[in-house]
């Protein structure tokens, strides 16, 4: 734990997703009064549904910090009125802040948001911008007011895009993006030297939330748009198809010029795998069949030739 002079006003913390982890491990080593978590209850996970707590719960008890669970926020009011923080820190939670919780933090709610606002706002902000070919993003410090990711905003850190980035690699590389801007950023919020800048909403853009659906691959796409696709999905949904019988995710792929009857699978001269899309084709670099481990697409085609 850092020694450096801090304010030592309480501050309660919001997140769920692993998104918040670096945020809350900042504030906690470098000595922030964290003086409670609030994070969704416990959820069931993988194949046996075991019910497991939200990694930011499991650090928080780690640390003795006093953890909530809510169903319902506004049931919380009273509890976080006792508390008397200045300020709430809102990373990744995952549930629609009341106004009613607004109105109880005097400096207001600090959100970490992953995207250069107001270019993403909404759920999928780190998909979005790989599905859309961006050069850059980033993640926004902004104060949270009624509106989905509209209220002002204090700082914006950028970063450069190569076409290359996954979802699972520029989720880990953002989370901590943003927990040094916040630790940074925080000191002179808390005593009012930066004053938050109002969003151009004319330049907004909202995004959805991404569904399993999303991951089924439309081969009437271009190859282009679906090789963006794989990475921005990869991990979850997950893109997902069948060759040669086998349902399977493809993760990762890359494209070239060759066109054919979309959705029809080939071998390419170099004897690789590849799908025709509505433009250009998909040559697949690594799969996961259902129930194995993932694969190169090269060891796939030895057991199941499409010859």
């Given at each position: 734990?850092?020694?450096?002079?801090?304010?030592?006003?309480?501050?309660?913390?919001?997140?769920?997703?692993?998104?918040?982890?670096?945020?809350?491990?900042?504030?906690?080593?470098?000595?922030?009064?964290?003086?409670?978590?609030?994070?969704?209850?416990?959820?069931?996970?993988?194949?046996?549904?075991?019910?497991?707590?939200?990694?930011?719960?499991?650090?928080?008890?780690?640390?003795?910090?006093?953890?909530?669970?809510?169903?319902?926020?506004?049931?919380?009011?009273?509890?976080?009125?006792k508390l008397g923080a200045k300020i709430g820190i809102v990373v990744a939670y995952g549930k629609i802040i009341p106004a009613s919780m607004l109105e109880l933090f005097p400096k207001g709610l600090l959100n970490?948001?992953?995207?250069?606002?107001?270019?993403?706002?909404?759920?999928?902000?780190?998909?979005?911008?790989?599905?859309?070919?961006?050069?850059?993003?980033?993640?926004?410090?902004?104060?949270?007011?009624?509106?989905?990711?509209?209220?002002?905003?204090?700082?914006?850190?950028?970063?450069?895009?190569?076409?290359?980035?996954?979802?699972?690699?520029?989720?880990?590389?953002?989370?901590?993006?943003?927990?040094?801007?916040?630790?940074?950023?925080?000191?002179?919020?808390?005593?009012?030297?930066?004053?938050?800048?109002?969003?151009?909403?004319?330049?907004?853009?909202?995004?959805?939330?991404?569904?399993?659906?999303?991951?089924?691959?439309?081969?009437?796409?271009?190859?282009?748009?679906?090789?963006?696709?794989?990475?921005?999905?990869?991990?979850?949904?997950?893109?997902?198809?069948?060759?040669?019988?086998?349902?399977?995710?493809?993760?990762?792929?890359?494209?070239?010029?060759?066109?054919?009857?979309?959705?029809?699978?080939?071998?390419?001269?170099?004897?690789?795998?590849?799908?025709?899309?509505?433009?250009?084709?998909?040559?697949?670099?690594?799969?996961?069949?259902?129930?194995?481990?993932?694969?190169?697409?090269?060891?796939?085609?030895t057991g199941h030739p499409l010859d």
């Open positions: 734990m850092t020694t450096k002079n801090l304010p030592d006003s309480p501050i309660i913390f919001f997140g769920t997703d692993a998104f918040s982890l670096p945020s809350l491990i900042h504030l906690i080593t470098e000595g922030w009064n964290v003086v409670a978590v609030v994070t969704k209850p416990d959820s069931p996970t993988g194949r046996g549904r075991v019910l497991t707590a939200p990694a930011v719960k499991r650090l928080a008890q780690a640390n003795e910090i006093k953890v909530f669970q809510p169903t319902s926020l506004s049931d919380l009011e009273p509890e976080i009125k970490v948001h992953a995207s250069i606002l107001p270019r993403y706002r909404g759920a999928s902000p780190i998909e979005a911008c790989i599905l859309a070919g961006d050069d850059q993003t980033g993640v926004t410090l902004m104060k949270l007011e009624a509106g989905l990711d509209t209220g002002p905003t204090y700082d914006i850190a950028k970063i450069q895009l190569d076409g290359t980035e996954t979802r699972i690699g520029l989720y880990e590389r953002l989370s901590e993006l943003g927990a040094d801007l916040l630790t940074i950023q925080l000191p002179a919020i808390l005593s009012d030297q930066v004053v938050p800048l109002p969003q151009n909403n004319a330049e907004a853009t909202i995004v959805k939330r991404i569904s399993k659906s999303d991951g089924y691959i439309d081969w009437a796409k271009p190859a282009k748009t679906l090789e963006r696709e794989i990475r921005a999905y990869l991990g979850w949904p997950s893109s997902r198809t069948h060759i040669a019988g086998v349902n399977l995710a493809i993760t990762a792929a890359h494209t070239n010029t060759a066109s054919g009857p979309a959705g029809t699978p080939y071998k390419t001269e170099a004897g690789d795998l590849a799908i025709y899309a509505s433009t250009g084709s998909l040559v697949i670099d690594t799969i996961k069949p259902d129930g194995k481990r993932e694969m190169p697409a090269s060891d796939f085609l």
